[in-house]
């Protein structure tokens, strides 16, 4: 994941011990004297940091924030507050700054004393790993979450490009009231620290304050906004155009964020979207919204992919009742992913369809109250098991050091024997089945625009070769890569030139990408081209569009004899020697032929082959050309459904088409009973 940095600010990020293995101390660094806005949270339990910042906010010439997680800091008394003086103290003299341009921020397990000594000596290697690219600095900073949260936008204030960008961490303990965890926004926009402040406190209203995962309020929740100055747009005064603009794109900045922090909940697997319409005011439209994103019972539903309607609006009515709103609930309209559940009455034949729709890894609410013009959203996820072992679980596997520090003791396991013994023995049979077995994966661009989901991938991928299957990945261009294709390839004024353009792209950007995160733990990948080795050969129509004309199958099972896990880039060998650029779906479907493969895994935008938006899990080239012929396969699946008809029909022995928007899908899928998509089976017939 990228993003655009702001001009004048440099980060870093560095394993300074406080956590056994990952990076723990973050950096963020102006280069001059900034304007520096901050939130934090309102818990009378708030930690050293906070209390630190409180006293001091907002300010015109703020030069750096200093954040550690694994540690923080919070009930910890004078020694804290001691703690936090001497770290700042100690960063100002290695950066050349003064102590009072310094502000901190901590995150980890609460009631232990800062590990300042550790902090201090990692200092020098985290001034030398600054730089203008901050991923290192928003992994260092992450607890309980699975992956980076970085954002940007951009903006034009009086003639100037302004940028936004900021990092966050966020899983658990998140409840709204000023603020909902770690994050830091830096903006190269001329601004006031009072004006800045503002701004900041405006966009937390319909951004964090509108989240929640588990509705447990932090001790070191805390929001920090910097901004350098160095766009040299005019300064802009709270009642002026560029002001709004400011605040509208701010806000857009904090409500994309809460959106990743709910989506990585703890042990989430959905995130939640509630929008309220129709309240009598938009204080009780979010009460309403922020009602229904706590529910337990809810988030139990939507772990459960149940479209439990009657539980929303219960939730909504409690809350009424309780705060004794004119609100009738009878009245009230329900909308779940598009469908209408409830108008004043249950909407018949929905259960059916919604199951499938429920299991997507976003959900959305809609609720009309039909009593007023307020309006609300509200971001949230479901409860599942997980959660509960990562909480019962954190401070019984994080063991506090002497010196503050913490180590993992995992040998402690709140997962019933039972549970892992059917988990393992559903694996291993199917693990016993597929060794040795072929198996080509289709990758999708849902999958490589999500850091997310790509690390599951990769995870994914090696399993199956751990096991014993013979995996081969083909893909087309990544989002970032058709940016950069649609950027050059308007320049190209031949189609030759169009044609390298396009293998820049795929090969030298998506390819190397994925080869590298995959030989990262331990993939073995080897990345390759249809134009290396003449492994695929093409031709190129007088229309512009590339077919296969054949697959060098020596040349990848020499790859797979030696272990590799072949990462194909969808580009063709022309009859000029030339690049020829190939649809995906026709790449792999040509390999998985040439290979008779056993299995080929086509993984795509939905759950698999739906009827009326209910999933079909099984079906064979009978039944699926027959659904087609009768237009009874969901309009979105059609062309994907077709490819897997094709290919039984050609050979391949099963095609599994999975939702690329589902962590873990494939295995998932392949390795226990139910599966999760629609497998495709051949049968002889007519």
């Not at 002497?402 to 019933?416: A, E, F, H, M, N």
């Not at 625009?449 to 990945?473: F, Q, T, Y």
């Not at 935008?605 to 938006?613: F, K, S, T």
Request: proline share 3%.
């Amino acid at each position: 994941m990228t993003m655009r940095v702001p001009k004048g600010f440099l980060f870093s990020g560095v394993h300074a011990g406080i956590k056994p293995m990952r990076k723990d101390l973050a950096l963020v660094l102006s280069e001059v004297p900034c304007a520096a806005a901050a939130c934090v949270t309102v818990n009378k339990a708030k930690a050293a940091p906070c209390i630190d910042v409180e006293r001091n906010c907002p300010k015109e010439d703020l030069r750096a924030i200093l954040i550690n997680s694994g540690n923080a800091n919070a009930l910890t008394g004078q020694e804290g507050l001691e703690a936090v003086a001497q770290v700042r103290q100690a960063l100002a003299a290695s950066l050349g700054i003064r102590a009072d341009e310094v502000w901190t921020a901590s995150t980890g397990v609460i009631g232990v004393k800062l590990p300042r000594q550790k902090m201090m000596d990692a200092l020098p290697a985290l001034k030398q790993g600054l730089e203008a690219e901050a991923s290192s600095a928003a992994e260092a900073i992450i607890t309980t979450d699975t992956k980076r949260k970085m954002l940007s936008r951009t903006i034009v204030l009086g003639g100037k490009e302004v940028v936004l960008s900021a990092i966050c961490k966020g899983s658990g303990m998140i409840a709204p009231e000023l603020a909902t965890m770690i994050c830091v926004i830096t903006t190269d926009a001329a601004i006031s620290a009072s004006c800045l402040q503002s701004a900041l406190r405006r966009a937390m209203e319909t951004s964090f304050n509108c989240l929640t995962v588990d509705g447990d309020m932090s001790t070191n929740d805390a929001v920090f906004a910097m901004a350098s100055g160095l766009a040299q747009n005019p300064h802009f005064e709270e009642d002026s155009a560029d002001y709004a603009s400011f605040c509208e794109e701010l806000t857009s900045l904090c409500r994309g964020l809460s959106k990743l922090i709910a989506a990585d909940g703890e042990g989430a697997t959905r995130m939640l979207e509630v929008r309220i319409g129709g309240a009598p005011t938009q204080e009780i439209a979010r009460a309403s919204a922020m009602a229904v994103a706590n529910s337990m019972l809810v988030k139990a539903a939507l772990f459960g992919a149940d479209p439990n309607w009657g539980r929303i609006l219960a939730a909504v009515g409690a809350k009424a009742g309780a705060q004794g709103w004119p609100v009738d609930i009878d009245e009230a309209t329900v909308t779940i992913q598009g469908i209408c559940t409830y108008d004043g009455q249950c909407i018949a034949d929905t259960a059916e369809r919604l199951r499938v729709r429920m299991r997507e890894p976003e959900i959305f609410v809609d609720i009309d109250l039909h009593a007023g013009i307020g309006t609300a959203t509200a971001w949230g996820c479901d409860l599942s098991y997980d959660y509960v072992k990562i909480n019962a679980d954190y401070t019984s596997l994080l063991v506090s050091e002497p010196d503050g520090s913490v180590k993992k003791d995992d040998r402690l396991s709140l997962y019933s024997p039972q549970f892992k013994v059917k988990l393992v023995r559903q694996a291993l049979a199917y693990i016993s089945r597929f060794a040795k077995e072929c198996c080509v994966l289709r990758v999708s661009r849902h999958t490589l625009a999500n850091e997310n989901l790509e690390e599951s991938l990769c995870e994914d991928i090696n399993l199956l070769r751990s096991v014993g299957m013979v995996p081969i990945v083909v893909h087309g261009e990544g989002p970032e890569s058709a940016e950069t294709l649609t950027r050059f390839g308007h320049a190209a004024a031949t189609q030759n030139e169009g044609q390298r353009v396009r293998e820049m792209v795929l090969h030298g950007e998506t390819n190397a990408a994925l080869v590298s995160k995959l030989n990262r733990r331990g993939g073995h990948a080897i990345g390759v081209s249809g134009k290396d080795g003449a492994l695929i050969k093409a031709r190129l129509l007088q229309s512009g569009r590339g077919v296969v004309e054949s697959v060098n199958v020596e040349l990848l099972e020499l790859f797979m004899s030696r272990g590799y896990v072949p990462v194909v880039a969808s580009l063709g060998l022309g009859e000029d020697g030339q690049s020829v650029a190939l649809d995906v779906d026709d790449v792999v479907l040509a390999i998985a032929v040439a290979l008779k493969a056993k299995k080929m895994v086509l993984m795509i935008g939905a759950q698999g082959v739906c009827e009326n938006g209910v999933l079909v899990n099984q079906l064979n080239n009978i039944s699926l050309r027959a659904r087609l012929e009768e237009a009874r396969v969901d309009e979105e699946q059609v062309e994907k459904a077709r490819l897997a008809l094709k290919a039984v029909e050609d050979g391949v022995t099963q095609v599994h088409l999975v939702d690329a928007r589902m962590a873990h899908s494939i295995i998932a899928e392949l390795f226990t009973d139910q599966g999760v998509g629609t497998v495709v089976t051949y049968v002889e017939g007519r």
